[in-house]
């Protein structure tokens, strides 16, 4: 079975522009979550997706945000890009998206905001 | 706000000795806890998790052990192998914020052979 997959894998983008990330989940899997990773601030949640509803957000302004489709894929927008955007921006899937249920990550966009 | 931390940074190790990475959650809500391994390039890769009603887990080369009365996590990963040099990270499923997971910075660890 096919990992999570994200598209595209590296992006480089100026400050003021916006920018859609988009992610693939396990085939059969349902809830799909985003991670921003910077050397700073480490691994943290950006928001979470099950059955095209927003069900959890993170602490991060509302430039952030996502949407998902009925096939379960996912994508992530980030409008007024600014320079501390630049991270690796992860999602990760898991089945039913219940409390301690296991969390496949994708590899990862990196985006580099100049 | 809650976070989970790690005790160290950097762990370097010789391949076939056993490594114990640690971590120290703060929040008493959590209730879950899971063990990922980043390489460089990829994106983090389940390893292993716990549940708040139990104190340890064993899998392959790896057991998780959980000490709830002084919130501490553990790694332990037996005849550590090159293959094994990546970084680690805790992280915490509070039980009242749904799937969300809280991750600890990570540790990295150094398998020489």
């Known amino acids: 079975k096919a990992g999570v997959t994200q598209t595209p894998r590296y992006l480089i983008k100026t400050r003021g522009q916006q920018v859609t990330l988009s992610c693939s989940p396990i085939s059969g899997h349902r809830s799909v979550s985003w991670y921003q990773q910077t050397p700073g601030q480490g691994l943290q949640f950006l928001f979470e997706y099950f059955s095209e509803t927003q069900r959890n957000k993170g602490n991060f302004p509302g430039r952030f945000s996502g949407r998902q489709f009925s096939n379960s894929r996912s994508e992530m927008n980030v409008s007024t890009l600014e320079l501390g955007d630049s991270a690796l921006y992860l999602c990760?899937?898991?089945?039913?998206?219940?409390?301690?249920?296991?969390?496949?990550f994708g590899p990862g966009t990196r985006l580099l905001v100049l | 706000g809650e976070s989970v931390g790690l005790h160290l940074p950097t762990l370097s190790v010789q391949e076939g000795d056993n490594s114990i990475i640690n971590c120290a959650y703060s929040?008493?809500?959590?209730?879950?806890f899971i063990w990922y391994k980043q390489e460089s390039g990829k994106g983090p890769q389940f390893i292993i998790d716990i549940r708040s009603n139990m104190d340890k887990r064993q899998g392959q080369r790896v057991t998780v052990l959980l000490n709830k009365t002084v919130k501490h996590l553990s790694l332990q990963i037996a005849a550590t192998q090159p293959g094994d040099s990546a970084v680690y990270f805790c992280?915490?499923?509070?039980?009242?914020?749904?799937?969300?997971?809280?991750f600890g910075k990570g540790t990295t660890l150094s398998v020489s052979s």
């Open positions: 929040n008493s809500a959590s209730d879950y």
């Open positions: 990760a899937s898991s089945l039913g998206g219940r409390k301690q249920e296991t969390q496949y």
């Open positions: 992280a915490e499923n509070l039980r009242q914020a749904g799937t969300a997971l809280i």
